[in-house]
């Protein structure tokens, strides 16, 4: 039974507010720059005008440093060669999926190696408060106000085929996903009340840490991400070194950076000008996620503004009949953009392995054709926009389907959610790719930034 925002924050102090500019000051002169690995371009969605790469070459790295923002997204590199020192960030997703504790050891590890230092703390926030993810009392929630709020550990996305989980409570989390090497009472948790009222307290909890040792906060909003980020900023200034595994907005809050307003029809028309999808009449959108999200965002597209649908069939493409398959969605999507905007969606029954290997294989078949599906469109009917829906789906579409190297987030194309990219070189450029996350909006999202792409 979901709890209402009311009754989860009963006996809390109230938020303090505190400004971007703040936590910015609070940098004073560190030069440092984040880069944030992302293992899907869902994690851009909370930040502006900052660059971002899919790939990892020197060259490209060192164009990202150089364009002097305080945060790279890529999807080590370039810093001795540009003199600036790197901090790493690994992007989770706010509902507890992904690689963890994997990816942020690996980088301690990396971090110890390369400059023999070792790593005192991970912190771990997954909370989105736009997509209506929070964490209060340790347990992390996925739900919204309206509706109410769910402990993750009972929702669909604790159920995922890949990176299912079982615990809702962040430490008790930490210890599932390393089964067991780091128990839950080795993590350090950083009560919502301390956060809003003992600054002091919280900066002596961070420099507490050690070997590696697991951080979770609470966070309801932007105003604790920012107080936390200035208790980062003085544990990092006496000597404290961390990793971050954090969801989308904890980079914005980071760095300082003000809640970006979404992008209108203007600031879309001067990304077309002069490129190749500047006079295009009909957009691409390709939808590969099969959360229930993303199957309600759809049928209301689908209702509002009936546009052409495709479908790529899995069973299909999974089968001798794929070539032939692909064929005739590709012939058709060009036809009908001349017209319109067009919908790919991969078919909505999810089709699952023996195990999670066997799942996996199967997902990556699927990416090749809707990457494939993209690549032929392109060459043949570049098309007004791309909208890429869902994690793995945006990730390929960008690197793969669009072969985009180096692009800017310029900003949300809703409130705090879905980013757009402005792609600064390749065949894709100047035409504005979307990135979607499958589990984020309510029912009218996707038709309304249809809506505001076919203007």
């Not at 390393?178 to 900066?203: C, F, H, K």
């Amino acid at each position: 039974m979901p709890i209402s925002f009311e009754d989860l924050l009963v006996g809390y102090p109230p938020t303090a507010e505190i400004s971007a500019a703040q936590v910015a000051a609070a940098a004073g002169s560190d030069r440092r720059v984040f880069v944030v690995l992302d293992d899907d371009p869902t994690g851009t969605q909370s930040v502006a005008d900052l660059p971002v790469l899919t790939d990892w070459s020197v060259e490209s790295m060192q164009w990202a440093l150089s364009q002097e923002r305080p945060a790279v997204y890529v999807m080590t590199a370039a810093s001795e060669r540009t003199g600036i020192r790197v901090d790493f960030v690994s992007r989770s997703d706010s509902t507890l999926r992904g690689h963890f504790p994997l990816e942020p050891q690996v980088l301690a590890q990396c971090i110890a190696e390369h400059d023999g230092e070792r790593v005192d703390g991970i912190v771990i926030v997954p909370a989105f408060g736009d997509a209506g993810r929070i964490t209060v009392g340790g347990i992390h929630y996925a739900g919204s106000m309206a509706d109410g709020f769910t402990a993750c550990g009972e929702t669909e996305f604790a159920r995922d085929a890949t990176f299912g989980y079982r615990s809702s409570r962040l430490a008790e989390w930490v210890e599932e996903k390393s089964e067991g090497a780091i128990p839950a009472s080795a993590v350090i948790e950083i009560p919502l009340g301390e956060l809003r009222t003992d600054l002091d307290a919280v900066v002596a909890r961070l420099r507490s840490a050690s070997d590696e040792q697991p951080i979770v906060p609470d966070i309801v909003d932007e105003y604790d991400l920012r107080r936390f980020s200035l208790a980062l900023q003085q544990a990092e200034d006496a000597g404290s070194r961390f990793i971050y595994r954090v969801g989308p907005p904890f980079v914005r809050a980071r760095i300082g950076q003000d809640v970006h307003p979404p992008l209108e029809s203007e600031d879309l028309a001067a990304i077309r000008k002069g490129g190749l999808a500047e006079d295009a009449v009909g957009g691409l959108i390709m939808v590969g996620s099969h959360v229930q999200q993303t199957t309600r965002q759809l049928e209301a597209l689908r209702a509002l503004r009936e546009p052409v649908e495709l479908e790529i069939d899995v069973r299909t493409v999974l089968s001798e009949g794929r070539d032939a398959h692909l064929d005739e969605i590709v012939e058709q999507a060009v036809a009908q953009l001349a017209k319109g905007n067009v919908v790919v969606r991969t078919s909505r029954t999810l089709v699952t392995g023996s195990d999670a290997a066997d799942s996996l294989a199967i997902a990556r078949a699927v990416s090749d054709a809707v990457v494939e599906v993209v690549q032929r469109v392109l060459v043949a009917s570049p098309p007004r926009f791309v909208i890429a829906k869902g994690g793995i789906t945006s990730s390929d579409v960008a690197a793969r389907g669009l072969s985009m190297t180096k692009a800017f987030v310029r900003g949300p194309m809703l409130p705090g959610i879905v980013s757009l990219w402005e792609p600064v070189e390749g065949p894709a450029r100047g035409i504005p790719y979307i990135v979607f996350a499958g589990n984020v909006g309510d029912q009218n999202s996707l038709a309304e930034v249809v809506d505001k792409l076919s203007r």
